[in-house]
T-cell receptor, first 109, second 116 residues
Framework: SQQGEEDPQALSIQEGENATMNCSYK?????LQWYRQNSGRGLVHLIL?????REKHSGRLRVTLDTSKKSSSLLITASRAADTASYFCAPGGSYIPTFGRGTSLIVHP | DAGVIQSPRHEVTEMGQEVTLRCKPISGHNSLFWYRQTMMRGLELLIYFNNNVPIDDSGMPEDRFSAKMPNASFSTLKIQPSEPRDSAVYFCASSPPGLQGTDTQYFGPGTRLTVL
């Protein structure tokens, strides 16, 4: 299996600010996915970026991928209190992706 | 469309009792995953089925844990006997056919297990 490692472990910001979280992995991938988990709920898929893509946008989300550095970042712009959640990356290849500990994001209203 | 269905949502049991958690994956999905989540250990993959066959059970903690998938629409995770350290939230997830490791996983709401 291939595990992503999210950084930082915790992030606390004010509403309206941008939030950036990072993911590192160790082996080659076909794609990388980001998931969100609200407290007490299952993970929800946010966005998938393929290994031949460098950047992808979805609404207020922007994901970058640098395969040479084996890293990805998730940027949430103009954050809202409702963005408070844990965020996980899942590197995908010919193996089963596993999840790291995630980044816990708190957005203060 | 219904998502992944898990039951029960909450389970409180006493040490030594048998616990059975159930999962119905999304129709048409052929991969199913069982996870356990705790504050201490994070989200751990327990077992992965593909086309009803267990492919990777290296995450199953010990012989007290067993999982089955008798058909494409049902899976169980059984703990016998249960212990307090098994207390956690157990998630089931499914994903559609495709290259292993590249498909989006759809998570159920989880079963919160408390073993007293």
């Amino acid at each position: 299996s291939q595990q992503g490692e999210e950084d930082p472990q915790a992030l606390s910001i004010q509403e309206g600010e941008n939030a950036t979280m990072n993911c590192s992995y160790k082996t080659s991938i076909n794609n990388l996915q980001w998931y969100r988990q609200n407290s007490g709920r299952g993970l929800v898929h946010l966005i998938l970026i393929r290994s031949n893509e460098r950047e992808k946008h979805s609404g207020r989300l922007r994901v970058t991928l640098d395969t040479s550095k084996k890293s990805s970042s998730l940027l949430i712009t103009a954050s809202r209190a409702a963005d408070t959640a844990s965020y996980f990356c899942a590197p995908g290849g010919s193996y089963i992706p596993t999840f790291g500990r995630g980044t816990s994001l708190i957005v203060h209203p | 469309d219904a998502g992944v269905i898990q039951s029960p949502r909450h389970e409180v049991t006493e040490m030594g009792q048998e616990v059975t958690l159930r999962c119905k994956p999304i129709s048409g999905h052929n991969s199913l995953f069982w996870y356990r989540q705790t504050m201490m250990r994070g989200l751990e993959l327990l077992i992965y089925f593909n086309n009803n066959v267990p492919i990777d059970d290296s995450g199953m903690p010990e012989d007290r844990f067993s999982a089955k998938m008798p058909n494409a629409s049902f899976s169980t995770l059984k703990i016998q006997p249960s212990e307090p350290r098994d207390s956690a939230v157990y998630f089931c997830a499914s994903s559609p056919p495709g290259l292993q490791g590249t498909d989006t996983q759809y998570f159920g709401p989880g079963t919160r297990l408390t073993v007293l």
